[in-house]
């Protein structure tokens, strides 16, 4: 029933923008905090970025902080992230995951990603 599916990622030079979503539904989407995670080839699961339900409040990983911003629309079911100034680093599956409660960094629900590549 539970839903998060992912688009918008691609190939993309160092420097450039992505705007990756996560369209979700099955569940009260406005009533749960977000999270994108990353996973990087050969390596294991990073966080990236939490958002509350309401939009107002935003948390970013050191690695990402200043280049990356998260949103969301209520209103369509939608998750955002914006990546700009793209670094090699950043080449990665990236993932939508629903919040458990309150609780960051627990999850109960995933979408199946994404591919980012940055590379020229």
């Known amino acids: 029933q539970v839903q998060l599916v992912e688009s918008g990622g691609g190939l993309v030079q160092p420097g450039g923008s992505l705007r990756l979503s996560c369209a979700a539904s099955g569940f009260t989407f406005s009533s749960y905090g977000m999270s994108w995670v990353r996973q990087a080839p050969g390596k294991g699961l990073e966080w990236v970025s939490d958002?509350?339900?309401?939009?107002?409040?935003?948390y970013y990983a050191d690695s990402v902080k200043g280049r990356i911003t998260i949103s969301r629309d209520n209103a369509k079911n939608t998750l955002y992230l914006q990546m700009n100034s793209l670094k090699p680093e950043d080449t990665a599956v990236y993932y939508c995951a629903k919040i458990i409660g309150t609780t960051r960094g627990e999850y109960d629900y995933w979408g199946q990603g994404t591919q980012v590549t940055v590379s020229s």
């Open positions: 958002i509350n339900s309401g939009g107002g409040s935003t």
